[in-house]
T-cell receptor, first 112, second 110 residues
């Protein structure tokens, strides 16, 4: 059974730093992997989707990588800002029914 | 203005009462999902529907019910049989694997 893990559960860094969030999954047979952002008490916003045939995707200051063989994905945030403070969740598309398997998220705090 | 809406934002109920959470989308998506989110946990799938008049149980369907009479609407009923209903409920619609989320409903049952 596919399991998705995000470590650490929480991370606090000073403004301006580059940082990496981690996501690992147990079964490399995936269709894709997505990163989402969730602000407190709000819904989720999709940030990046990486297809299984891709190695990375970029959007502005965000770069997500995918290494299926090692069961890992990273979300790189460059030049972090207080507005980046949120919970970041990763989700794996693991079957043909379009179901997503979710990690528990990493709560990120950027200190001004 | 395309999107997905959930109402109400906050909902309070007494134990033993059924309650229905609304979810509407105007994105013309065939698929819709209901998730439950508890603190420190990932999203858990309650029910999903890939087409009108059809839906399937997710991982934690016990104590919940849904209907899908219209493409735009996918209401969730939390019944009195749900043992621990207090949680944050998220609805999503989807095109393939890309899911679009509503703002959520926080349900508190006392």
């Amino acid at each position: 059974k596919q399991e998705v893990t995000q470590i650490p559960a929480a991370l606090s860094v000073p403004e301006g730093e580059n940082l990496v969030l981690n996501c690992s999954f147990t079964d490399s047979a995936i269709y894709n992997l997505q990163w989402f952002r969730q602000d407190p008490g709000k819904g989720l916003t999709s940030l990046l989707l990486i297809q299984s045939s891709q190695r990375e995707q970029t959007s502005g200051r965000l770069n997500a990588s995918l290494d299926k063989s090692s069961g890992r994905s990273t979300l790189y945030i460059a030049a972090s800002q207080p507005g980046d403070s949120a919970t970041y969740l990763c989700a794996v598309g693991a079957d043909s029914n379009y179901q997503l398997i979710w990690g528990a998220g990493t709560k990120l705090i950027i200190k001004p | 203005d395309g999107g997905i809406t959930q109402s109400p934002k906050y909902l309070f109920r007494k134990e033993g009462q059924n309650v229905t959470l609304s979810c509407e989308q105007n994105l013309n998506h065939d698929a819709m999902y209901w998730y439950r989110q508890d603190p420190g946990q990932g999203l858990r799938l309650i029910y999903y529907s890939q087409i009108v008049n059809d839906f399937q149980k997710g991982d934690i369907a016990e104590g919940y019910s849904v209907s899908r009479e219209k493409k735009e609407s996918f209401p969730l009923t939390v019944t009195s049989a749900q043992k621990n209903p207090t949680a944050f409920y998220l609805c999503a619609s989807a095109q393939g694997y890309e899911q679009y989320f509503g703002p959520g409903t926080r349900l508190t049952v006392t």
